[in-house]
């Protein structure tokens, strides 16, 4: 089982035939991904070469869903075009849309993410690497090679805790993996995914990454106090953060007591939450959970 991304998910890149989009559209078929066509409507008609698979290029990203099935779609085109890419990814009705752009306008992600929700389309991101159910399906950047399936589910606001994570608990393995982004308007929150892996029976044990900003982490410790049954291990970003000062994503800004590395501590802990003072240390914290070794 996995959340969002299974082998099954038939996978479209809005962006394909760019720089990055030919880069990672490689790397998610080296890990398996069905990667079914690319959307750039200059280009058309034409097919791309990826080692021994051809991948079709089509107009719109209703003509990929017509003629493959689609249902997920990733999404690497430059900020000025992302509200107009996502905008017509949830016209044509596709399930999920992984959006990896770092740098759209926030009044353009308040746009595009409300239209979506209004509209049944999923939105992972934006300025996020994506998901990735090892095994299955990768979705994005996250380097597919630094672990395998297994029993533990993250979600994380930041990319690079993500991988580190991910690779410190390599010998047990994720179900899914899920950088939701660290902007101050995303599509697919910690709250999504803790409700998810909390329904899903291949995930034992949750981890959560948040850093400084914003009360997602507040929240989402309200809601693992009235409705997650499994064990969640977590790690805050941001404790040495000084305050003013955006750090790393658009979102991770502490002004006066709200949003700080501790106060976001304090809340996960009042939920039963096990926190890590350092992403080794939070691995540990996992490990213990589930009674393996450390």
Avoid at 82 to 103: H, N, P, Q, R, Y
Avoid at 127 to 152: F, H, M, V
Wanted: include cysteine.
């Amino acid at each position: 089982m996995a959340i969002y991304l299974t082998k099954e998910s038939k996978v479209l890149v809005q962006g394909m035939t760019g720089a990055e989009g030919m880069k990672h559209t490689r790397r998610m078929l080296a890990a398996g991904t069905d990667v079914v066509g690319g959307v750039n409507p200059r280009k058309a008609g034409r097919t791309v070469d990826f080692d021994d698979r051809a991948v079709p290029v089509y107009g719109s990203v209703r003509e990929g869903m017509d003629a493959t099935g689609a249902d997920v779609t990733v999404v690497f085109v430059p900020p000025a075009f992302a509200k107009a890419a996502v905008i017509e990814a949830a016209d044509a009705g596709i399930g999920l849309a992984v959006v990896i752009t770092e740098g759209i306008p926030v009044h353009d992600a308040v746009a595009f993410t409300a239209y979506a929700k209004a509209r049944g389309t999923r939105i992972v991101g934006p300025n996020c690497p994506g998901l990735i159910t090892p095994g299955q399906s990768n979705a994005g950047i996250i380097p597919a090679d630094i672990t395998k399936p297994g029993r533990i589910g993250l979600v994380s606001k930041s990319g690079t805790l993500t991988y580190q994570l991910m690779y410190e608990l390599r010998d047990i393995g994720f179900s899914t993996c899920v950088g939701i982004g660290g902007d101050p308007v995303i599509g697919t929150t910690h709250i999504d995914c803790l409700a998810a892996f909390e329904d899903d029976p291949d995930t034992e044990v949750i981890v959560l990454i948040g850093e400084i900003g914003g009360d997602a982490e507040e929240r989402a410790a309200a809601y693992i106090r009235e409705h997650v049954t499994k064990p969640v291990v977590g790690y805050i970003a941001g404790f040495t953060a000084p305050e003013g000062k955006t750090m790393g994503h658009a979102g991770a800004i502490v002004s006066g007591s709200s949003g700080t590395a501790a106060a976001k501590r304090e809340a996960l802990e009042a939920a039963g939450v096990g926190v890590g003072s350092t992403p080794t240390e939070t691995a540990q914290l996992v490990l213990a959970v589930l009674g393996e070794p450390r």
